[in-house]
């Protein structure tokens, strides 16, 4: 980089409220432990009022997620640094919680498997590697691509988007600062301005919350609005060890009013699926009628247990 880029990326990133420096911050190296837990709470209690400020860009981005992913689509998130170690983390949550495929939501990060546990130099300016990340997925129209990136400027993540908008699939970009870059090359942009961090310019720690905050509500609505869950109960968990196992049992026992006997019987012949077993107790049933009627409702518990038996 020339001299003269040095100092314009220098000037444009001394701008961003996510670089500059707290007056209040600026004597806690002489703190004690306590009042250094004491501070940073109180520095990241701001977060949540930001991400609320937030809610009605996102409510539109969410419901483009929702019919994308209704039709078979998938949902790619893509960053640099924390932000893509942010990604991979909530996407990696939804096959065990929602029972989704693991490619239908998915993480991208900058620097690919050796990026998520060490920096890797100059990945997060590698614009060829953003476009080339999103055609190696193959991205398309049946798609939703969302950036984050606590500047709102990262090359790597915007040259993504572009891409990802080029070919046709709903773009979301995810920021820390107001009129981000990031903004003006998504279909939906959504801001969270929590401000300076406790340590200056340690975009992990406010900025990594806001992030983190704005994913699982992305992540969590879709799957709630898609059927994933039966009120409040992850019925489409995947119980793969013991805690979860258990967690299955006491939800079909709460949605049926099942024993524990019966309800570790049916979820014996469903194959561990929660809403399988319920729908066998509750329509008295063998699994694959079970499985027909979940089906024929989309998934939706609820309607699965008013469709009549065929």
Not at 91 to 97: D, G, L, N, V, Y
Not at 100 to 111: K, R
């Given at each position: 980089m020339s001299q003269a880029a040095s100092r314009a990326v220098r000037s444009d990133l001394a701008q961003l409220r996510t670089e500059q420096t707290d007056p209040r911050y600026?004597?806690?190296?002489?703190?004690?432990?306590?009042?250094?837990?004491?501070?940073?709470?109180?520095?990241?209690?701001?977060?949540?009022?930001?991400?609320?400020?937030?809610?009605?860009?996102?409510?539109?981005?969410?419901?483009?997620?929702?019919?994308?992913?209704?039709?078979?689509?998938?949902?790619?998130?893509?960053?640099?640094?924390?932000?893509?170690?942010?990604?991979?983390?909530?996407?990696?949550?939804?096959?065990?919680?929602?029972?989704?495929?693991?490619?239908?939501?998915?993480?991208?990060?900058?620097?690919?498997?050796?990026?998520?546990?060490?920096?890797v130099e100059g990945v997060e300016d590698d614009t060829a590697a953003g476009t080339a990340d999103i055609a190696a997925r193959e991205v398309g129209p049946g798609d939703a691509v969302l950036g984050l990136t606590a500047s709102g400027r990262t090359p790597y993540v915007l040259a993504a988007v572009t891409e990802a908008r080029r070919r046709g699939a709903v773009t979301i970009g995810l920021s820390c600062n107001t009129?981000?870059?990031?903004?003006?090359?998504?279909?939906?942009?959504?801001?969270?301005?929590?401000?300076?961090?406790?340590?200056?310019?340690?975009?992990?720690?406010?900025?990594?919350?806001?992030?983190?905050?704005?994913?699982?509500?992305?992540?969590?609505?879709?799957?709630?609005?898609?059927?994933?869950?039966?009120?409040?109960?992850?019925?489409?968990?995947?119980?793969?060890?013991?805690?979860?196992?258990?967690?299955?049992?006491?939800?079909?026992?709460?949605?049926?009013?099942?024993?524990?006997?019966?309800?570790?019987?049916a979820l014996a012949g469903a194959g561990r699926h929660v809403k399988t077993a319920v729908v066998m107790l509750e329509r008295d049933t063998d699994a694959a009628t079970a499985r027909t009627l979940i089906d024929a409702a989309d998934g939706r518990l609820a309607a699965a247990l008013t469709l009549p038996i065929r």
């Open positions: 600026a004597e806690i190296d002489r703190l004690s432990t306590a009042e250094l837990a004491a501070l940073m709470n109180e520095a990241d209690a701001a977060v949540p009022a930001a991400v609320a400020a937030a809610i009605p860009a996102l409510v539109p981005a969410i419901d483009a997620v929702v019919e994308k992913l209704a039709a078979g689509g998938r949902l790619l998130y893509v960053g640099a640094g924390t932000p893509g170690r942010i990604a991979l983390l909530d996407a990696a949550e939804c096959p065990p919680t929602f029972g989704t495929d693991p490619e239908t939501v998915q993480g991208v990060i900058a620097g690919g498997t050796t990026a998520i546990t060490q920096a009129e981000a870059e990031l903004s003006a090359v998504v279909q939906y942009p959504i801001e969270v301005a929590a401000g300076p961090e406790f340590i200056a310019g340690s975009t992990r720690l406010k900025a990594g919350t806001a992030q983190k905050l704005i994913l699982n509500m992305i992540s969590t609505i879709s799957m709630v609005r898609l059927g994933k869950t039966h009120g409040n109960l992850m019925v489409d968990l995947v119980a793969t060890n013991e805690k979860l196992q258990a967690r299955a049992v006491r939800m079909v026992q709460e949605i049926t009013g099942a024993t524990v006997e019966a309800a570790e019987t």
